[in-house]
Nanobody
Framework: EVQLAESGGGLVQAGGSLRLSCETS????????IGWFRQAPGKEREGVAS????????IYADSVKGRFTISRDNAKNTVFLQMNSLKPEDTAAYYC??????????????????WGQGTQVTVSS
């Protein structure tokens, strides 16, 4: 069974950093593309970053380029999202998800079919 579990959220001041972890089970972490998404109250779920299963390449939303970095540790079956220079507008529930399909690497949430429960990130001004 494919499972994902996020951790590492919390409260941080603007300009600070957090590292989110997504521990996977039921499949090798490099077997599927893994993405990070976020959803703020009253807003649609937004793709933030994703790491490709095939070659480990990554894609990012324009809003986080240069500030967030996605990486994975195959030995620990874990994908990380390092978030630096955080802004109040980064406040949201963050989710990781796995894309087990055969489509192109994407940040579109509809392509991801296994989701974790989420972890809250709050950035104070």
């Amino acid at each position: 069974e494919v499972q994902l579990a996020e951790s590492g959220g919390g409260l941080v001041q603007a300009g600070g950093s957090l590292r989110l972890s997504c521990e996977t089970s039921g499949f090798p972490v490099d077997g599927y593309s893994i993405g990070w998404f976020r959803q703020a109250p009253g807003k649609e779920r937004e793709g933030v970053a994703s790491i490709n299963s095939f070659d480990g390449s990554s894609i990012y939303a324009d809003s986080v380029k240069g500030r967030f970095t996605i990486s994975r540790d195959n030995a620990k079956n874990t994908v990380f999202l390092q978030m630096n220079s955080l802004k109040p507008e980064d406040t949201a529930a963050y989710y990781c998800a796995a894309d087990t399909g055969l489509g192109p690497h994407t940040l579109a949430a509809m392509a991801y079919n296994h989701w974790g429960q989420g972890t809250q990130v709050t950035v104070s001004s």
